[in-house]
């Protein structure tokens, strides 16, 4: 094909990409970076559409190369703008409206009127700085799982700005004209050819990484309870299950702390569920802002609450537990100005050496917090040395030993 009808094409796919990321956004969870990536393609499908108009007419004033070339670069400024914003950064879109400009006013010069070497090594280093910055921010974030979904594209745009390279280094090396099958019509279809590619590539690749969002985003909250944000019983048997074969083959400890709400009836009774629900969000919220990162947090049903500690010693989590226990005795709830005084009761239990299954010690757990509550309340229970059974004190000490 020829650079005209290549051009054209990548006109239609820059607005395949743009209808695309439109309705992506209108069907999702509203992501706003899909917007900076529409905004982008309309800025694609607007330079090539100029291009294309240039060489049918086959003339090129200097603000027709201009515009073409300001509007070529707010499109891949656009594609950094989105990729920061999915990222939970300012977009920038000030810089860009900035970069364009000077773009524009460059064109003005009279070195560049009649210079297409000058424009050239002029545009095509922002360009190959703003896809090499959008591929560096996806590349050193944290998130494993994400990260997978962010490859395609990082790729696609370290690959763009290579051939963008590539294509300056050659013209470069022939002070402007490159030679043979370089030269003139063929080295104008490359480059179109190239921008197509780009264009339908990129419409997947900023498609699979919103998919792929939304995904994880589902996959947690089926994990997650609402109301406190802490893990629930589905994610519990899964963490719990690996936890407890991968101590059960090394030897190191494994604990659960449960806790529940003292007297949390009567506060559903005296002020409401609606209150109920706020006292129970205060003391996930409290015991989450003392709990390690590192532990994982459960909220079993209602008021129950359960914490899984590997690798720690006895005194370690029995000090965890009692300091959760203090906190929440010291810090009221605030109803309508006045503070209502809120406790838990918390059982301890440890890995015993002769559980076949993590919900052994869960059970154990369950059994020192009635123990807690059955002793007064607002206090710590451990299984096997505060409630005694079935010779559990001796195998407790050796489970943490």
């Not at 190191?252 to 209150?275: C, E, L, W």
């Amino acid at each position: 094909m020829d650079a005209f009808t290549l051009v054209v094409a990548a006109a239609l796919a820059a607005l395949t990409m743009a209808a695309s990321m439109g309705l992506l956004y209108l069907a999702s969870a509203r992501q706003a970076c899909l917007v900076d990536w529409t905004v982008a393609a309309v800025f694609f499908a607007l330079s090539n559409m100029m291009g294309a108009i240039g060489l049918h007419l086959q003339t090129n004033p200097i603000v027709f190369i201009a515009c073409v070339n300001a509007l070529q670069l707010g499109g891949h400024f656009g594609m950094l703008a989105g990729v920061r914003r999915h990222l939970h950064r300012a977009p920038g879109w000030r810089w860009g409206a900035v970069l364009v400009g000077t773009v524009l006013a460059a064109h003005v010069l009279l070195a560049l009127r009649g210079a297409p070497l000058y424009r050239l090594m002029l545009f095509t280093p922002f360009l190959g700085a703003i896809n090499l910055c959008a591929a560096w921010l996806l590349w050193r974030q944290p998130d494993s799982e994400a990260r997978a979904s962010y490859l395609p594209l990082i790729v696609l745009q370290v690959l763009f700005a290579l051939q963008q390279a590539v294509r300056v280094a050659v013209v470069v090396a022939h002070d402007g004209e490159p030679p043979g099958f370089l030269g003139g019509h063929f080295y104008r279809t490359s480059g179109a050819l190239a921008m197509l590619v780009y264009l339908s590539l990129a419409t997947m690749c900023c498609a699979l990484i919103v998919t792929h969002q939304q995904t994880l985003a589902l996959h947690r909250a089926s994990l997650t309870d609402v109301l406190t944000g802490w893990l629930n019983r589905r994610a519990l048997h899964d963490i719990a299950t690996r936890d407890f074969r991968r101590c059960r083959r090394t030897g190191a400890a494994m604990f659960f702390i449960a806790f529940d709400i003292d007297h949390f009836k009567s506060i559903n009774d005296r002020y409401g569920h609606g209150v109920g629900d706020t006292a129970i969000r205060h003391v996930t919220a409290l015991s989450a802002r003392m709990l390690r990162g590192y532990d994982a947090l459960f909220r079993l049903g209602g008021e129950e609450f359960a914490v899984l500690v590997c690798g720690e010693h006895l005194g370690s989590v029995c000090g965890i537990a009692e300091r959760l226990r203090e906190w929440v005795a010291c810090t009221p709830l605030i109803v309508d100005g006045a503070g209502v005084a809120m406790t838990v009761s918390v059982g301890v239990a440890a890995l015993d050496p002769q559980d076949h299954k993590w919900e052994d010690i869960l059970r154990r757990a369950d059994e020192a917090l009635y123990d807690a509550k059955q002793r007064g309340r607002n206090r710590v229970s451990v299984h096997g040395r505060d409630l005694a059974g079935r010779g559990h004190a001796t195998r407790l000490q050796a489970a943490v030993a």
